[in-house]
């Protein structure tokens, strides 16, 4: 079953925009990772937040977490038409043994 | 370090039929995990190992799916008397139990059932 639902299931933006994707979960978690995903291929780690924390920076991400809402967001700022992909939120159930629950993923397509 | 390797990219076979992947895990990760992937859909969780131990089964492996870990190294997944709902992508993925949590995907073997 998956946890994580992602919204919204498809993201059209003109390059240079801001794209923001959401993510809600159902159970406690230890932490909540995304994921970016291109077409035929593997999944890429992006950034992982942790239950303590509300919110991280990597470079042009960045992950917000509200464990009362139980929700995630996650923001890439001056997209690039190379940002065009899938993005999949994961999350780390308490308990759960680092075995991880991926929701369905968010198409963002980055127009140049 | 190679990154995790999954071999073969692409299998078609007909009903009936068994297949079986392999998965090569980054050299120092005790932990491998195999997912599932439809079109349209997030990976499925299906198994993990630690080391060669098999510690979780998801009840999407019926019987006729089987995953080994021999040595703690590499994972085959085999899929026995294959039906066209097994068509999908398999993904694997390492990590090491303790750190992050973070998992290293490989680019996975993509299953077509005739």
């Known amino acids: 079953s998956q946890q994580g639902e992602e919204d919204p299931q498809a993201l059209s933006i003109q390059e240079g925009e801001n794209a923001t994707m959401n993510c809600s979960y159902k159970t406690s978690i230890n932490n909540l990772q995304w994921y970016r995903q291109n077409s035929g291929r593997g999944l890429v780690h992006l950034i992982l937040?942790?239950?303590?924390?509300r919110e991280k920076h990597s470079g042009r991400l960045r992950v917000t977490l509200d464990t009362s809402k139980k929700s995630s967001s996650l923001l890439i700022t001056a997209s690039r038409a190379a940002d065009t992909a899938s993005y999949f939120c994961a999350t780390d159930a308490t308990g759960a043994n680092s075995k991880l629950t991926f929701g369905k993923g968010i198409t963002l397509s980055v127009r140049p | 370090d190679t990154g995790v390797s999954q071999d073969p990219r692409h299998k078609i076979t007909k009903r009936g039929q068994n297949v079986t992947f392999r998965c090569d895990p980054i050299s120092e990760h005790n932990r491998l995990y195999w997912y599932r992937q439809t079109l349209g859909q997030g990976p499925e969780f299906l198994t993990y190992f630690q080391n060669e131990a098999q510690l979780e089964k998801s009840r999407l492996l019926s019987d006729r799916f089987s995953a080994e870990r021999p040595k703690g190294s590499f994972s085959t997944l085999e899929i026995q008397r294959t039906e066209q709902g097994d068509s999908a992508m398999y993904l694997c993925?390492?990590?090491?139990?303790?750190?992050?949590?973070?998992?290293?995907f490989g680019e996975g073997s993509r299953l077509t059932v005739l």
């Open positions: 937040i942790r239950s303590n924390e």
């Open positions: 993925a390492s990590s090491v139990a303790g750190r992050t949590g973070e998992l290293f």
